[in-house]
C-alpha cells in the first residue's frame, strides 16, 4: 500500500506504522489471532475509538485505548488495544514477553505504550491493511 496507515501482519505478530510519505514510522510486537476471519487480510479504516471498554462476551475483562478497525468472524469488533486486564482478579491475560504469539480472541494486543502511542496517532478514517 501507500500513504498513511498502519500494516498489521497475523503471521508474523507485528504491527508497522508509516507516514503520508511511506516511511516507517514505528514498528512492534502484539498479539493477534491467526483464525482466517479474525480479521480478514484486506483494507479497511478505523471507524470508532474508546479510552476503555469491555469484552461483550466477558464483562470483566477490560482493557483502555481501542481503535476499531474491522468486524470479526461472528460480528463482533476488532481493534488496536492494551493486554487486557480480569477487573476480578486484577491479572493481564498475558505478559507483555509473550507479545508476538497469537493469543488473542481476534483484537491486536499490545504493550500499554505502544497501545497509547496508536491511540494517539491513529483517528477515525486512518487505513489499516491486514496481512495474512
Not at 33 to 39: E, K, V
Request: aromatic share 10%; proline share 4%; glycine share 12%.
Amino acid at each position: 500500500g501507500t500513504g498513511r496507515r498502519i500494516v498489521y501482519s497475523k503471521s508474523l505478530q507485528k504491527v508497522w506504522v508509516t507516514d503520508s510519505a511511506g516511511a516507517l514510522i514505528k514498528e512492534h510486537r502484539i498479539s493477534g489471532r491467526l483464525a482466517w476471519c479474525d480479521p480478514l487480510p484486506g483494507h479497511s479504516q478505523v471507524f470508532s475509538r474508546s479510552r476503555y471498554t469491555f469484552s461483550i462476551a466477558n464483562p470483566s475483562i477490560i482493557w483502555g485505548y481501542m481503535v476499531r478497525f474491522t468486524k470479526g468472524c461472528n460480528g463482533g469488533n476488532i481493534g488496536f488495544h492494551e493486554i487486557p486486564t480480569n477487573k476480578i482478579t486484577g491479572n493481564k491475560e498475558q505478559t507483555e514477553a509473550q507479545l508476538g504469539t497469537p493469543l488473542s480472541g481476534g483484537c491486536v494486543r499490545q504493550a500499554v505504550s505502544d497501545a497509547i502511542w496508536i491511540w494517539n496517532w491513529a483517528y477515525v478514517g486512518t487505513k489499516v491493511v491486514v496481512l495474512a
